[in-house]
C-alpha cells in the first residue's frame, strides 16, 4: 500500500470554478504535511504548508483531517494559470523514518476559458 | 540567486557505462535528496542526507549510490546503469533534516539507458 494516496484526476475545470483534491495518507504518526506544485516538465514547487488547523492563502485552501488521515486542497475562481499538477507530500519528523519525504502521485488539473 | 544545480541536464547512455549526475546547492542547506519520477509512480525517493557524511536509503535505493563529502554537493552515482533506470531524476534540499522546511528542487535530469 503506498504511504500517500490522491485521486489522479484528470480535473478538467472552466475558469471561475471551485475544485477540491484530497489526498489520504497511511502512517498515523506523519507530523508534516505539504501541497506542492509541477508544472510540465519541471520540478516541484512548494504552494503550501498544512497546519492543523487549517490555513488559506488567496484563493487556496489547506486542510488536514488527523483521525481520518486525510488532507485536502481547495481551489477558488480557478484561473488559467492553475493547471498544473498538485502533489501531496506527507513526511516525518521523528522515529526510524526520520528525514524521509513521501510523495503523492499527483492530481493533475486543467482549467479552461 | 538561492539554487539547486544539477548537470547534465539530459543524458543518453548505454547500460552497463557509470554516470554521475550532479548536484549542488548554494543556500547552506543542511538536507539534501534524490528522487526519480516515472509515469504513474510520482516522485520516489532514492536517498537522502541529513548532514554531511550522513546517507540514507530512501524507497528506492537499488542500483544507485550517493555520497555526501561536502555540506553543497549530493552527486548521484549508477555504477551500472540499466535501462529501468530510464527517468526524470530531481535532487533536492531542505533547510534542515525536519521535514516540515520547504524543500527546494532543482531542474531535474532526464536520462534515458538503451
Known amino acids: 500500500r503506498k504511504e500517500v494516496e490522491q485521486d489522479p484526476g484528470p480535473f478538467n475545470v472552466p475558469e471561475g470554478a471551485t475544485v477540491a483534491f484530497n489526498c489520504t495518507y497511511s502512517?498515523?504518526?506523519?507530523?508534516?504535511f505539504f501541497w506542492y506544485r509541477q508544472d510540465c516538465r519541471k520540478e516541484p514547487k512548494l504552494l503550501m504548508s498544512?497546519?492543523?488547523s487549517g490555513n488559506e492563502d488567496g484563493r487556496f485552501t489547506a486542510q488536514l483531517n488527523r483521525a481520518s488521515q486525510y488532507i485536502s486542497l481547495l481551489i477558488r475562481d480557478s484561473k488559467l494559470s492553475d493547471s498544473a499538477t498538485y502533489l501531496c507530500?506527507?513526511?516525518?519528523?521523528?522515529?526510524?523514518?526520520?528525514?524521509?519525504?513521501?510523495f503523492g502521485r499527483g492530481t493533475q488539473l486543467t482549467v479552461w476559458p | 540567486e538561492a539554487q539547486v544545480t544539477q548537470n547534465p541536464r539530459y543524458l543518453i547512455t548505454v547500460t552497463g557505462k557509470k554516470l554521475t549526475v550532479t548536484c549542488s546547492q548554494n543556500?547552506?542547506?543542511?538536507?539534501m535528496s534524490w528522487y526519480r519520477q516515472d509515469p504513474g509512480l510520482g516522485l520516489r525517493q532514492i536517498y537522502y542526507s541529513m548532514n554531511v557524511e550522513v546517507t540514507d536509503k530512501g524507497d528506492v535505493p537499488e542500483g544507485y549510490k550517493v555520497s555526501r563529502k561536502e555540506k553543497r554537493n549530493f552527486p548521484l552515482i549508477l555504477e551500472s546503469p540499466s535501462p529501468n533506470q530510464t527517468s526524470l531524476y530531481f535532487c533536492?534540499?531542505?533547510?534542515?533534516?525536519?521535514?516540515?522546511?520547504?524543500?527546494?528542487f532543482g531542474p531535474g535530469t532526464r536520462l534515458t539507458v538503451t
Open positions: 543556500m547552506n542547506h543542511e538536507y
Open positions: 507530500v506527507v513526511s516525518d519528523d521523528r522515529g526510524s523514518t526520520l528525514g524521509r519525504l513521501y
Open positions: 502512517n498515523s504518526a506523519s507530523q508534516s
Open positions: 498544512v497546519y492543523s
Open positions: 533536492a534540499s531542505s533547510l534542515s533534516y525536519r521535514a516540515t522546511y520547504e524543500q527546494y
